[in-house]
């Protein structure tokens, strides 16, 4: 009886062993779940991730200005540096890192420590092609152009750095800080290309105080300079947005009465329909439509013209008196086959403004068709438009669609990832009719009004506009939108380009000698090194 109740008690002994034991792994357990959660391993992010914009040439659009970071861990650490931070920081980010222990500062200078790095900041003070560039928000998110059409593109597709450790319980960290660059960062590459840009951005600062250049491959449609003035600061929006001269607006894309710039469209209507270019018109200074007069600039009266001189001259009658016979569906028609009166997609979500030109019923009058021979009238149309219409003289009578987004490429290799760019164009006049109005424009800038529009190398052609907005300033004096645009070189033409000077006066002095000046600057930077006799490609 004894030894069973020894027994029993053993058991019972036993029993109570195993479940001490037990408790306590499941104690020592619980308390190694709760030092893990404690002592972790975080991740800061040094750089945005966001991929940047480069030109055609790959070379930066954004982030050409570095930045210097470093991952500060203490209240020592920050004192150190303390006079390499910029002044308006070192109050916010003493008071940070008393809080989080550890806080990522930007430097003013570069210094020796192990944990600074090099990041890029997204727009310096001359960054390019701003307008079409855009700007983001607080998150880093595109608010608009391209920024915010290729957001989610350039979001998730840019170089990565960021910086690892461990942190106790307590915060502090122990062990190794080290860092992580992601590798397969890409860049998105856009048609622009910097060394016409910068050159158009020089000449419209200089003068053009609103308005732009738009300067467009010929054989591809891909713009390789598109400038808006004035410019405003990406890293400053605030200041500029009461502004009147509205310089967060992209100019180039903005809709604008193309005046006489818009006459070898009618030109080449003419000649398709079978007129004889030959014809002589007698110009008396006006003519009269429906009870109502129209005048050549300045009242002048050119006296017997042919097509090829009332291009030379700008004869408004000649093309008044030629387009109202019967002739308003045809000039529609025409206006349809240059995208006039439509938003141009140049790249996705970005889009020209809509313009305008009279429908099917308004066409038919002959007042109005009067006033859009010669550019005015219920016509509105924008920089890029004109650019894409006049281009169809130097690429035998073809119209090709304008971009500005070529891919994505690898930052590292160069290599293109995913093509973007795709090749559009459509058939609009005969290739005769393209190159009998394309000498015309030749004649224009050799001996008419677009003279001092003549480049010094390799000639070009192209048409002056000046155009009425039935605006007036304060003073009571009448506001004109400035025009020229026009091809060049003037045999193999390789650009089409188009300037519009909002307020700028008469555009035979004020928009035909930019003409002469951005030619010039293309022969430098295109041609100069490729030719030994400076008049032929």
């Given at each position: 009886?004894?030894?069973?109740?020894?027994?029993?008690?053993?058991?019972?002994?036993f029993?109570?062993?195993?479940?001490?034991?037990?408790?306590?792994?499941?104690?020592?357990?619980?308390?190694?779940?709760?030092?893990?959660?404690?002592?972790?391993?975080?991740?800061?992010?040094?750089?945005t991730?966001?991929?940047?914009?480069?030109?055609?040439?790959?070379?930066k659009?954004?982030?050409?200005?570095?930045?210097?970071?470093?991952?500060?861990?203490?209240?020592?650490d920050?004192?150190?540096?303390?006079?390499n931070?910029?002044?308006?920081?070192?109050?916010?980010?003493?008071n940070?890192?008393?809080?989080?222990?550890?806080?990522?500062?930007?430097?003013?200078?570069?210094?020796?420590?192990e944990?600074?790095?090099?990041?890029?900041?997204?727009?310096s003070?001359a960054?390019l092609?701003?307008?079409?560039?855009?700007?983001?928000?607080?998150?880093?998110?595109?608010?608009?152009?391209?920024?915010?059409?290729?957001?989610s593109?350039?979001k998730?597709?840019?170089?990565?750095?960021?910086?690892?450790?461990?942190?106790?319980?307590?915060?502090?960290?122990?062990?190794?800080?080290?860092?992580?660059?992601?590798?397969?960062?890409?860049?998105?590459?856009?048609?622009?290309?910097?060394s016409?840009?910068?050159?158009?951005?020089?000449?419209?600062?200089?003068?053009?105080p609103?308005?732009?250049?738009?300067?467009?491959?010929?054989?591809?449609?891909?713009?390789?300079?598109?400038?808006?003035?004035?410019?405003?600061?990406?890293?400053n929006?605030?200041?500029?947005?009461?502004?009147?001269?509205?310089?967060?607006?992209?100019?180039a894309?903005?809709?604008y009465?193309?005046?006489?710039?818009?006459?070898?469209?009618?030109?080449?209507?003419?000649?398709?329909?079978?007129y004889?270019?030959?014809?002589?018109?007698?110009?008396?200074?006006?003519?009269?439509?429906?009870?109502h007069?129209?005048?050549?600039?300045?009242?002048?009266?050119?006296?017997?013209?042919?097509?090829?001189?009332?291009?030379?001259?700008?004869?408004?009658?000649?093309?008044?008196?030629r387009?109202i016979?019967?002739?308003?569906f045809?000039?529609?028609?025409?206006?349809?086959?240059?995208?006039?009166?439509?938003?141009?997609?140049?790249?996705?979500?970005?889009?020209?403004?809509?313009?305008?030109?009279?429908?099917?019923?308004?066409i038919?009058?002959?007042?109005?068709?009067?006033?859009?021979?010669?550019?005015?009238?219920?016509?509105?149309?924008?920089p890029?438009?004109?650019?894409?219409?006049?281009?169809?003289?130097?690429?035998?009578?073809?119209?090709?669609y304008?971009?500005?987004?070529?891919?994505?490429?690898?930052?590292?290799?160069?290599?293109?990832?995913?093509?973007?760019?795709?090749?559009?164009?459509?058939?609009?006049i005969?290739?005769?009719?393209?190159?009998?109005?394309?000498?015309?424009l030749?004649?224009?800038?050799?001996?008419?009004?677009?003279?001092?529009?003549?480049p010094?190398?390799?000639?070009?052609?192209?048409?002056?506009?000046?155009?009425?907005?039935?605006?007036t300033?304060?003073?009571?004096?009448?506001?004109?939108?400035?025009?020229?645009?026009?091809?060049y070189?003037?045999?193999?033409?390789?650009?089409?380009?188009?300037?519009?000077?909002y307020?700028?006066?008469?555009?035979?002095?004020t928009?035909?000698?930019?003409?002469?000046?951005?030619?010039?600057?293309?022969?430098?930077?295109k041609?100069?090194?490729?030719?030994?006799?400076?008049?032929?490609?």
């Amino acid at each position: 009886m004894t030894e069973k109740r020894l027994l029993i008690v053993y058991c019972c002994f036993f029993a109570f062993a195993l479940v001490v034991q037990a408790k306590t792994v499941s104690l020592m357990c619980s308390g190694y779940d709760i030092l893990a959660e404690k002592q972790t391993v975080r991740t800061v992010d040094i750089s945005t991730g966001r991929a940047e914009i480069v030109d055609c040439n790959l070379n930066k659009i954004t982030g050409t200005q570095d930045r210097l970071k470093a991952f500060i861990t203490n209240e020592k650490d920050l004192q150190n540096i303390y006079e390499n931070i910029r002044p308006e920081d070192r109050h916010k980010f003493y008071n940070r890192i008393q809080q989080q222990r550890q806080v990522v500062v930007e430097l003013t200078a570069p210094l020796q420590t192990e944990t600074i790095y090099t990041t890029t900041k997204r727009y310096s003070t001359a960054n390019l092609a701003q307008h079409l560039i855009g700007y983001l928000d607080m998150d880093n998110n595109g608010l608009s152009g391209i920024e915010k059409a290729y957001n989610s593109i350039l979001k998730n597709n840019g170089k990565q750095i960021n910086v690892h450790f461990n942190v106790n319980g307590n915060g502090d960290i122990y062990g190794d800080v080290y860092s992580t660059t992601s590798s397969d960062s890409q860049v998105l590459s856009l048609t622009i290309d910097n060394s016409l840009q910068r050159m158009a951005e020089g000449i419209a600062k200089e003068y053009i105080p609103n308005g732009s250049i738009v300067i467009m491959e010929s054989a591809t449609g891909k713009i390789r300079a598109m400038a808006s003035t004035p410019v405003y600061d990406a890293n400053n929006i605030v200041s500029f947005l009461d502004d009147d001269n509205s310089p967060m607006v992209n100019k180039a894309l903005q809709s604008y009465e193309p005046g006489s710039v818009i006459k070898p469209l009618w030109a080449a209507m003419l000649l398709e329909n079978g007129y004889n270019k030959d014809k002589i018109y007698y110009c008396n200074g006006y003519t009269t439509v429906n009870g109502h007069t129209y005048h050549c600039a300045n009242d002048r009266a050119h006296g017997p013209v042919d097509m090829a001189q009332a291009l030379v001259v700008s004869c408004n009658c000649y093309f008044i008196d030629r387009q109202i016979k019967d002739k308003g569906f045809d000039m529609l028609q025409m206006a349809n086959q240059m995208n006039f009166g439509e938003n141009l997609e140049i790249c996705d979500n970005i889009y020209t403004a809509k313009g305008n030109f009279p429908d099917v019923i308004k066409i038919e009058n002959m007042g109005v068709q009067s006033s859009v021979s010669f550019g005015q009238g219920d016509f509105l149309v924008s920089p890029v438009h004109i650019a894409a219409y006049i281009n169809i003289f130097a690429n035998n009578g073809n119209y090709v669609y304008p971009q500005v987004v070529e891919g994505m490429y690898s930052e590292t290799t160069g290599q293109k990832t995913q093509e973007i760019y795709s090749y559009k164009s459509k058939r609009v006049i005969t290739p005769q009719t393209a190159k009998t109005v394309k000498d015309m424009l030749i004649q224009v800038v050799e001996k008419g009004a677009g003279e001092r529009a003549k480049p010094s190398f390799l000639s070009g052609g192209g048409k002056t506009g000046t155009a009425q907005t039935g605006k007036t300033k304060e003073n009571g004096e009448e506001i004109f939108t400035a025009w020229y645009s026009g091809f060049y070189p003037a045999d193999n033409p390789q650009y089409a380009i188009a300037i519009t000077i909002y307020d700028g006066g008469e555009s035979t002095y004020t928009a035909a000698p930019l003409f002469k000046k951005i030619c010039d600057s293309i022969y430098y930077l295109k041609f100069a090194d490729n030719n030994s006799d400076e008049n032929s490609l």
